[in-house]
């Protein structure tokens, strides 16, 4: 069974502190995708890397930033985390190719105090 | 900005009954275009899938339709039970291996 894990369903952060958000996947793929999801948005993307150590902006990059050493690893980084970065956040991973679809995984819900 | 939207925020439909969700996009270069079902605390998960040179396709109980006159896309499921009760985006790939998705639509299935 395919798989995309999150490090943390539920985490609670002060203003400012730096927040690591990690997903891992063991299907193989090239493309990971970071976003974040919000009541009335839908699902934004705030960055994706199609390769290790690449990356690439998403609509909304402002206030994070990513890391892909390894390619079954892909983290996100809230350098100073601000009470609106409060939301759910989803991994996600897929296969090269713009008819693919992407494998989610359950998702972080962030909360920023 | 979005280039995929859902019509209606919510819908609710009745045990056994035909539900039909609607999505138009704006972006007519989309090439390939994904149903997916978010149930509560879970990701989204992949529902079906359909190509631009499609204009219909089917699952199991699912069905697609893709109208690249008006861009418009809309899932049908047959004889909605319970465990259809979630929230569906539609998502379109928009170039570099990215999908764009909408607001979603919630639906909630009556007893």
């Known amino acids: 069974d395919v798989k995309v894990t999150q490090s943390s369903r539920y985490l609670v952060k002060r203003t400012g502190e730096k927040v690591f958000l990690e997903c891992v996947q063991d299907?193989?793929?090239?493309?990971m995708f970071w976003y974040r999801q919000d009541p009335g948005l839908g699902l934004r993307l705030i960055y994706f890397?199609?390769?290790?150590?690449?990356?690439e902006k998403g609509d909304i990059p402002e206030g994070y930033s990513v890391s892909r050493e390894k390619k079954e690893r892909f983290s996100l980084i809230l350098e100073s985390a601000s009470t609106n970065q409060t939301s759910m956040y989803l991994c996600?991973?897929?296969?090269?190719?713009?008819?693919?679809?992407?494998?989610f995984g359950q998702g972080t819900r962030l909360t920023v105090v | 900005g979005e280039s995929v939207g859902l019509h209606l925020p919510t819908l609710s439909v009745q045990e056994g009954d035909n539900s039909i969700i609607n999505c138009a996009y704006s972006?007519?270069?989309?090439?390939?275009f994904i149903w997916y079902k978010q149930e509560s605390g879970k990701g989204p998960q992949f529902i079906i899938d359909?190509?631009?040179?499609?204009d219909k396709r089917q699952g199991q109980r699912v069905t697609v339709l893709l109208n690249k006159t008006v861009k418009h896309l809309s899932l049908q499921i047959a004889a909605t039970q319970p465990g259809d009760s979630a929230v569906y985006f539609c998502?379109?790939?928009?170039?570099?291996?990215?999908?764009?998705f909408g607001a979603g639509t919630t639906v909630t299935v009556r007893a």
């Open positions: 996600a991973s897929s296969r090269p190719g713009g008819d693919t679809e992407a494998f």
């Open positions: 299907m193989d793929h090239e493309n």
């Open positions: 890397s199609y390769d290790v150590k690449m990356k």
């Open positions: 972006n007519s270069a989309s090439d390939y």
């Open positions: 359909i190509r631009s040179n499609m």
């Open positions: 998502a379109e790939n928009i170039g570099d291996y990215k999908l764009s």
